[in-house]
């Protein structure tokens, strides 16, 4: 088995990490202090090309593969949680939909403008009565009246979805069919009828958009429907599959983040007369914490790699997305504890990176619900 990266994926790599400490990192924890939606830099993204990193470059985009998405994800993160967040759910929530089921005229329409970064994308699914219970939870109707669906209902916690240039949402076009009557339509943010909600104030990642969204008698043509009807919810949960490559690869940038943090920080703090990194109590966090991330990074790169060649991965992305989430969650924890009372001042970073990280144990899909997506699977192959 090769673990190296190619030539084109450390190529990527560099590139975006470049850009990341020059255009992002100086301007993370302001990004977290104003609670604005830094769109400078995403306009700076799509003018170096990434902002469609992973789709065809006829349809817009850069053409790369799996692992660099993942690769250029991590390093963004490492900047900004707010950044990392926003960008990972532009490409695998609201753009691979568009490529993985679209008609050509919908990726000329919808998909290309995206690639292309003249706008963002998103996915609306959760709704304030659903959550993890996606298959029961999803009320938003979407009826056909002629040559047009009129879509009524609301989405709660879409990221970007505010701001973004079209939203996937998922409806009911069948309610009598349970799941299997379930669809996706696309609907640009600007129509008649889709209302933005209140912006939720959150925690962490406090940079990236997250709003309601309410859809009243809204109207899209019938040609909006993504691939075919009732096969939405299927959509939504490989979707997810996907996306959970992309939270785990924000989840790795930012244990890296807290780890770097950690051991810049026991390398000049002086206490008991030498420097606290000689002390073997900070030496076993830096180490639990660097072997636990780079395990992550593994876990991330096989599952990537094995979506990249068309094998079976949602079982090993979970397992990705799980383990990563929760090795970053113990890094920021033990990058504040080595900080001591510093970490819990705003005055060093580490305590925004705990706030951004949380979100990354909830979001496509919470830790329980991974652990019973992956014991599920393993039960049913044994």
């Not at 390093?75 to 008609?103: D, K, Q």
């Not at 996915?123 to 109707?141: F, I, M, N, Y």
């Not at 997250?210 to 979707?239: H, S, W």
């Not at 990249?308 to 997305?321: H, N, P, V």
Request: charged share 25%; aromatic share 6%.
């Amino acid at each position: 088995m090769d673990f190296q990266l190619t030539e084109e994926q450390r190529a990527i790599r560099d590139a975006v990490r470049e850009f990341a400490e020059k255009e992002i990192m100086p301007r993370a924890a302001e990004i977290d202090r104003t609670d604005q939606f830094p769109a400078e830099i995403f306009q700076k993204l799509g003018a170096h090309g990434l902002m469609g990193l992973h789709i065809p470059e006829a349809e817009g985009g850069a053409g790369a593969d799996t692992i660099s998405q993942a690769l250029a994800v991590e390093e963004i993160s490492r900047a900004s949680g707010s950044v990392g967040l926003t960008y990972a759910a532009h490409l695998s929530l609201g753009c691979s939909p568009i490529w993985n089921w679209g008609t050509n005229a919908q990726k000329k329409k919808f998909l290309a403008p995206l690639a292309r970064g003249e706008g963002i994308g998103a996915l609306a699914l959760t709704e304030p009565k659903g959550g993890s219970d996606l298959a029961g939870g999803v009320q938003t109707t979407a009826t056909l009246q002629g040559n047009e669906w009129v879509i009524n209902g609301s989405k709660s916690f879409v990221t970007s979805g505010a701001i973004a240039r079209s939203i996937n949402v998922l409806c009911k076009t069948d309610p009598t069919q349970g799941h299997r009557g379930m669809s996706i339509i696309i609907v640009p943010r600007e129509t008649r009828g889709v209302v933005i909600g209140k912006v939720e104030e959150k925690m962490g990642l406090r940079g990236s958009v997250t709003t309601q969204i309410f859809f009243e008698d809204c109207r899209v043509p019938q040609e909006n429907l993504l691939g075919e009807q009732g096969k939405g919810f299927y959509y939504a949960m490989t979707t997810l599959d996907g996306g959970r490559i992309g939270i785990g690869a924000m989840a790795l940038g930012l244990g890296r983040a807290a780890l770097d943090a950690a051991i810049k920080y026991a390398q000049e703090r002086v206490a008991f007369g030498k420097p606290i990194a000689d002390l073997q109590a900070i030496q076993f966090m830096i180490a639990d914490s660097a072997m636990e991330l780079d395990a992550a990074r593994l876990m991330i790169y096989r599952a990537a790699d094995l979506k990249q060649t068309g094998k079976k991965f949602a079982t090993e992305a979970a397992m990705a997305k799980l383990f990563a989430s929760e090795a970053a969650e113990r890094a920021c924890f033990k990058a504040i504890q080595i900080h001591g009372g510093a970490g819990y001042l705003r005055d060093f970073p580490v305590e925004r990176f705990y706030r951004d990280n949380r979100l990354t144990l909830i979001g496509e899909g919470t830790s329980e619900i991974l652990r019973h997506v992956i014991a599920r699977e393993i039960l049913k192959a044994n």
